[in-house]
């Protein structure tokens, strides 16, 4: 095995996000080790709803189009992401011309349109639709979203009936952060079933792979995927990345991000991590990867959430402007020691 894509291919597919540069072409050495690396490829912004349809009626399906054809010519596995999501959608989406919130039919009309369009243009091509993602909060209650205060939870139902008429042979994921909080994975697994009786379609559940050195339990993610996969649905970790800089919410949980000291935690490692943080992110990769291997006839897809640690969102996200080494390969492009050590 001199890849992660041969390493893994007996057992899930292995995937990466793709950012706008690596689409377009710009970034020929990321380009390099996705075609090589990888067997499945997720947009990491150009297919969210306000970079699809910026403007009511407007679609801009220039970048999408491209990353279609990348995983077509590539012979890679297309997942779409996202179409129902409250962030990183237009404000037109949910209002009126006077700036009012539309009513439960007119957004119900528009997530139909919406949903039509994109996933019909792109029928039989996009393998997997992440058909709605983040509804569920840590507690298990309903994300109050802009979605849920009008139309109320059957914007979840519908959107998975609607993406299934406009492409019959799509897999339909629910994809969502936290997954290993006990609270979250209730809330999940009951929203499953509630749409498994109502008789909609739904395939598989995504779990980000937000993660940190400490946190999450690697017993509670274990949990949530023995839980998601009882279901009798495929579970993907979607969204894999590692911080290893300190988190208001690391260990504690939000309580404590009112003592975060910000400045201190602003960029621990500007130059480069030490041998013990380093062996820290190989253990924690390795204790993930083996937890996949254990669980390889539930999941379908492991996917990090990009290539290379210059491009990651952990540098702005959850405190901006910070210096992150999340993913596998390093600034450089240069495949990090702990590629080696998966692929062995
Ligand atoms: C992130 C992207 O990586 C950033 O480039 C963008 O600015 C914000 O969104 N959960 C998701 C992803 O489902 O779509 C998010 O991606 C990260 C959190």
Same mark, same amino acid.
């Given at each position: &095995?001199? #890849?992660?894509? $041969? ?29 090589? *690396? ?21 679609? $801009? ?33 949910? #209002? ?16 139909? $349109? ?48 609607? $993406? ?106 500007? &130059? ?37 640690? *210059? ?34």
């Amino acid at each position: &095995n001199s #890849t992660l894509k $041969t390493a893994f291919e007996d057992k899930f597919a292995i995937g990466t996000a793709m950012n706008a540069w690596q689409i377009s072409g710009r970034d020929s050495a990321a380009t390099k080790i996705i075609k090589d *690396q990888f067997s499945a490829i997720v947009a990491e912004n150009c297919m969210k709803s306000g970079r699809l349809q910026p403007e009511e009626g407007e679609f $801009t399906f220039d970048l999408a189009d491209q990353f279609v054809e990348f995983g077509e010519q590539n012979d890679m596995l297309i997942n779409g992401h996202t179409l129902i999501w409250h962030s990183q959608a237009p404000r037109w989406f949910f #209002t009126d011309a006077e700036g009012q919130d539309v009513s439960r039919e007119v957004l119900i009309e528009r997530m139909k $349109t919406h949903i039509h369009t994109v996933v019909g243009r792109y029928k039989g091509r996009v393998d997997t639709w992440d058909v709605v993602n983040e509804a569920i909060l840590d507690d298990g209650s309903y994300r109050e979203s802009k979605f849920y205060q009008i139309i109320g939870e059957d914007f979840i139902k519908l959107a998975f009936q609607f $993406t299934h008429e406009a492409d019959p042979d799509a897999e339909l994921y629910y994809n969502d952060y936290s997954m290993a909080e006990p609270g979250k994975r209730e809330g999940v697994v009951r929203m499953v079933k509630k749409l498994q009786a109502e008789g909609v379609k739904i395939d598989g559940i995504g779990m980000q792979g937000h993660i940190g050195l400490h946190h999450p339990e690697i017993r509670e993610f274990e949990k949530s995927l023995e839980a998601f996969a009882d279901l009798g649905v495929e579970v993907m970790v979607t969204e894999l990345d590692l911080t290893v800089l300190p988190s208001p919410w690391d260990d504690q949980g939000a309580e404590v991000s009112k003592n975060f000291d910000y400045e201190d935690k602003m960029n621990p490692f500007p &130059n480069g991590l030490p041998d013990e943080v380093r062996d820290a992110f190989d253990a924690r990769y390795l204790e993930f990867f083996a937890l996949f291997l254990k669980h390889q006839d539930k999941i379908s897809r492991v996917t990090l959430w990009g290539v290379a640690d *210059q491009h990651s969102w952990r540098n702005g996200w959850p405190i901006r402007g910070r210096t992150d080494y999340p993913l596998l390969f390093d600034r450089e492009n240069k495949a990090k020691p702990i590629v080696e050590k998966l692929i062995k």
